[in-house]
């Protein structure tokens, strides 16, 4: 085989890997477009026909939520799309971990439009950080206590697999998870998650805190002390008529990802091994900035 075949072949194979790749965009590019409708009919902001969505209230500000993996940023998004009549938008391909982008083009129209609201899981980068400084946006980050994540992760998982589409995710196991016993499946996700949803939570409350960004963290325990208090809170923040929205009482389902919405479920379900695991591992800046227990 001389060196043209080779280069051939080469050439065929990346072909075929793009196509590959493509493919698999299109499908999580579908995918988000079904999410998309489904929130939109589940708020009330559009029929069950599909038919022409209620129009938004252009005067009041977008809001932006920037929320690290399975701490209630679906229940708060619906709540504030249905209690403020908010259109939906979606503004990144919403990877986690990092890296993900803000697209530049709809991230500028949603904050100049009004009246929407996104829901993301985008890192803090630099990049990401500069784009949002160009815009007036407010963002509100959601947080919640590593260990609770992992369960919360784990539980949530085993209601989606297996996938009939391929999901372009760094901590997506195979279908294989589901035959594993819940403690298995936690070990899982520490060794492989821990880390990266505490430096996701790490860089938002280093830049907010610093200034780089003028945005509120807040955190799934206070959402659970008292939920009024918790979105008058970001109304305020956003300088919003707290009279203007009412809590929708969205019912707590599967709907809105709700299982029991513990904050301390993980003293009962994790092993000896796994509390000193996470002890190891939960950063002890973030335990201190939002008062999760050492133990």
């Not at 630099?126 to 784990?154: W, Y």
């Not at 499946?185 to 996701?200: K, L, N, P, T, V």
């Not at 790490?202 to 002390?225: H, M, Q």
Request: proline residues 5%; aromatic residues 10%.
């Amino acid at each position: 085989m001389n060196s043209s075949e080779e280069e051939l072949i080469c050439l065929r194979q990346e072909i075929a890997n793009l196509r590959s790749s493509l493919a698999d965009a299109h499908a999580a590019f579908h995918m988000s477009q079904e999410l998309l409708y489904k929130h939109q009919i589940e708020s009330g902001l559009l029929p069950p026909d599909r038919g022409t969505a209620i129009e938004p209230d252009r005067s009041l500000p977008s809001i932006l939520i920037v929320a690290v993996p399975k701490s209630a940023g679906t229940y708060v998004t619906q709540s504030l799309m249905r209690g403020l009549k908010l259109e939906r938008r979606w503004l990144s391909v919403n990877y986690f971990p990092a890296p993900d982008l803000f697209r530049t083009w709809d991230l500028d129209k949603f904050w100049r439009d009004g009246g929407c609201i996104a829901h993301c899981h985008t890192d803090c980068s630099t990049t990401n950080i500069g784009f949002l400084q160009q815009t007036s946006l407010k963002p509100i980050v959601l947080v919640r206590d590593l260990r609770q994540c992992m369960i919360s992760l784990a539980y949530y998982v085993r209601t989606q697999l297996p996938r009939d589409r391929t999901v372009l995710h760094r901590f997506e196991p195979t279908n294989e998870f589901l035959s594993w016993p819940l403690e298995q499946q936690i070990d899982w996700y520490i060794e492989r998650a821990f880390s990266a949803y505490g430096e996701w939570i790490g860089n938002w409350t280093c830049a907010i805190d610093r200034g780089v960004l003028n945005g509120i963290v807040l955190s799934f325990e206070e959402l659970v002390a008292n939920e009024c208090i918790f979105f008058r809170r970001i109304l305020e923040f956003l300088g919003i008529d707290p009279d203007r929205f009412k809590i929708p009482g969205l019912p707590l389902d599967q709907s809105t990802n709700f299982r029991l919405g513990r904050v301390d479920e993980w003293r009962d379900v994790f092993t000896r091994a796994q509390k000193a695991r996470t002890a190891e591992l939960l950063p002890a800046a973030l335990r201190n900035r939002f008062g999760w227990p050492a133990e």
